[in-house]
């Protein structure tokens, strides 16, 4: 991410940034991560979640929904990746009613730059491979 005048993007000061990323994501010695609609009931996936946060810093440093998604989305997924968790999804991500959400977003990032190109269900969540 490009730094300007100690600004991640111009926008987010660095401390600020490193400060939302740590808070977004949970459970981070978890073999998996959970993407989508998930309600952690176990400790055994990473997820990642801004909850009621993410309007607040989206509008306290004037963020687009692209910024969002690559300065937290994009990091918690390529941390993920490069771990080698498991890449798990609640719902299929490439199904039409999707197709605008951040789930389908989550599952073009990992394909485009990880090369996932699989989804296969395994009890009641899809399993990202390669």
């Not at 300065?71 to 771990?83: G, R």
């Not at 199904?95 to 394909?111: G, I, N, T, V």
Request: cysteine-free; charged content about 30%; glycine content about 8%.
């Amino acid at each position: 991410m490009k730094i300007i005048d100690g600004k991640i993007g111009g926008k987010i000061p660095v401390q600020d940034f490193q400060e939302i990323r740590k808070a977004s994501v949970h459970n981070t010695n978890g073999d998996s991560m959970t993407l989508g609609k998930y309600t952690p009931t176990v400790d055994d996936s990473m997820y990642f979640d801004l909850g009621s946060k993410w309007s607040e810093i989206q509008g306290k440093y004037k963020l687009t929904d692209n910024e969002m998604f690559e300065y937290f989305n994009v990091p918690a997924l390529s941390d993920a990746v490069k771990s080698g968790k498991v890449i798990r999804f609640s719902h299929k991500p490439d199904l039409k009613e999707y197709e605008a959400s951040y789930l389908a977003k989550e599952w073009k990032y990992l394909q485009n730059e990880y090369g996932f190109d699989e989804l296969t269900l395994e009890g009641d969540v899809w399993i990202a491979s390669k």
